[in-house]
């Protein structure tokens, strides 16, 4: 979730925007269960877990056991509700939240590039376009971008926190470009700013640095696909931040 807050800190181009009031609803009970890996069993953190259907913004991840507790917000039908289950490197799922209690089996995923078949170890050529931050993503992305703010004491973030709405409407048109030389282009309305990524695939960590280097963040890659990537940031406490192809 870095990814954002690491740019938009250093560009200070939220200093620039007018801003208005938004809210986040109350959940009533939640969706309680458990994902685990097919053949092993084993417990799959960090898988994301959100409504299939619905409002874009329930959702939430799993912890190092699998298990996950996702509120429904209100007037949601559980009998009708459906969740949407993912992990890099596994098939996603859609399961009905009325029927959780039994694990939640995620089968292992392979990906077509070309002409040639590869594994979530191969994934590097899937995260080389251009993304944007998914709607669903959008509030989050506002509470990691003014938190880091009050870290760093950058001048005028309270004045940003009381203008949500056009805050969302900038978190909008950010767009981020990874280049097959490992060069990360940010472009934000008019301002552009660069950098370097590294994905390691071995441990499914994304780590992006500001030109001079004195800036790093390194997030959890949760899911990568051809129209989704699903990032973790263990830091923060925040939900999963997920994006999609801009183009």
Not at 21 to 39: C, E, F, K
Not at 111 to 128: C, D, F, K, N, P
């Amino acid at each position: 979730m870095r990814v954002v807050s690491l740019w938009f800190l250093q560009l200070r181009l939220v200093l620039l925007v007018l801003l208005g009031a938004a809210g986040l609803a109350r959940a009533q009970a939640p969706a309680t269960g458990r994902v685990v890996a097919s053949g092993t069993g084993a417990p799959l953190p960090q898988a994301t877990v959100r409504l299939a259907t619905g409002p874009a913004s329930a959702g939430t991840s799993t912890d190092e056991a699998g298990r996950f507790t996702l509120p429904l917000p209100p007037g949601t039908d559980p009998r009708a509700a459906r969740l949407r289950v993912s992990h890099l490197g596994y098939q996603p799922r859609e399961v009905p939240a009325a029927q959780l209690g039994a694990d939640v089996v995620l089968e292992e995923q392979t990906y077509q590039i070309g002409e040639v078949t590869v594994t979530a170890a191969s994934v590097r050529q899937l995260l080389v376009r251009t993304w944007r931050l998914a709607d669903e993503s959008l509030d989050v992305a506002a509470q990691d971008l003014l938190a880091s703010g009050r870290r760093q004491g950058l001048k005028g973030i309270e004045w940003v926190a009381r203008h949500p709405d056009e805050l969302r409407e900038v978190l909008q048109k950010a767009r981020f470009t990874f280049q097959p030389d490992g060069t990360l282009k940010v472009k934000i309305m008019l301002f552009g700013a660069k950098g370097q990524w590294l994905l390691d695939e071995e441990s499914r960590t994304l780590t992006v640095r500001n030109r001079t280097g004195s800036s790093t963040s390194t997030d959890t890659v949760v899911e990568l696909s051809a129209d989704r990537l699903v990032l973790h940031d263990a830091t923060s406490g925040l939900p999963n931040a997920v994006y999609v192809p801009a183009d």
